[in-house]
T-cell receptor
C-alpha cells in the first residue's frame, strides 16, 4: 500500500544534528498528523494539520518543528534531540468529514538518537 | 481525561483457537471506534471501524468487533486464528471537537499465534 509514504525509514542522529522527516500522502486528504510510538506506551499525537494549518500541538518540545507546505506533504524538523526521543514516528492523513473520518498511516521512521 | 484501555498486553494462542481482545474507553460523548493492526515490520493498517448502526461490525481477514455502549466496550473477536494473525492490535477512539477528529489509542495487544 502506498497511500502514505515516509522517508527515511530509519534514521540515526547525534544530539547536535539537524534532520527532517518527510511524509507524503497520495489519498487526496486534507488533514495530516504526526504521532510518536514508543515501546509500551500508546501512540502519542504530536501535531495536527487541517487544511494546511496547524490546529493542534500536544505540548511537544520545541526541538520538534512541523511544517506543512501543502495538503500532500508534511515534514518534521528535528534539532538537538535527546536519547529519549528515540521512537517510531508515524505520519497519518485523513479526509475531514465528521463522523466518517478515518486516519491512514504511513510505515513510520524509526529514529535512534545517540 | 479520555482514555482507552486494552487489558491484554500479550496474548499467546494456538492456531484455530478463538480470539477476543478487550477494549474499553472512557469518553462519554459520540465516538467512532477503530481497531488497527500492525504486522511485524509493517505499518498500522485499519482492521475495522464503527461509526453508527449495527453494533456488530465486520472487518478484514475474518475479524469482527462489537460495540456495547452501556459497557463502553469495543472488543475484537475472531473465531479461529491463524499464524498469520501474529501482530500487534490497537484499539482507538475518535472524539470530536475542533477542526479534526482526535484519535486516542490504547497501549496495544501483542498477539502471538503458535502453529
Amino acid at each position: 500500500e502506498t497511500g502514505v509514504t515516509q522517508t527515511p525509514r530509519h534514521l540515526v542522529m547525534g544530539m547536535t544534528n539537524k534532520k527532517s522527516l518527510k511524509c507524503e500522502q497520495h489519498l487526496g486528504h486534507n488533514a495530516m498528523y504526526w504521532y510518536k510510538q514508543s515501546a509500551k506506551k500508546p501512540l502519542e499525537l504530536m501535531f495536527v494539520y487541517s487544511l494546511e494549518e496547524r490546529v493542534e500541538n500536544n505540548s511537544v518540545p520545541s526541538r520538534f518543528s512541523p511544517e506543512c507546505p501543502n495538503s500532500s506533504h508534511l515534514f518534521l524538523h528535528l534539532h538537538t534531540l535527546q536519547p529519549e526521543d528515540s521512537a517510531l514516528y508515524l505520519c497519518a492523513s485523513s479526509q475531514l468529514g465528521g463522523t466518517g473520518e478515518t486516519q491512514y498511516f504511513g510505515p513510520g521512521t524509526r529514529l535512534l538518537v545517540l | 481525561a479520555q482514555s482507552v484501555s486494552q487489558h491484554n498486553h500479550h496474548v499467546i494462542l494456538s492456531e484455530a483457537a478463538s480470539l477476543e481482545l478487550g477494549c474499553n474507553y472512557s469518553y462519554g460523548g459520540t465516538v467512532n471506534l477503530f481497531w488497527y493492526v500492525q504486522y511485524p515490520g509493517q505499518h498500522l493498517q485499519l482492521l475495522l471501524k464503527y461509526f453508527s448502526g449495527d453494533p456488530l461490525v465486520k472487518g478484514i481477514k475474518g475479524f469482527e468487533a462489537e460495540f456495547i455502549k452501556s459497557k463502553f466496550s469495543f472488543n475484537l473477536r475472531k473465531p479461529s486464528v491463524q499464524w498469520s494473525d501474529t501482530a500487534e492490535y490497537f484499539c482507538a477512539v475518535a472524539k470530536y471537537g475542533g477542526a479534526t477528529n482526535k484519535l486516542i489509542f490504547g497501549t496495544g495487544t501483542l498477539l502471538a499465534v503458535q502453529p
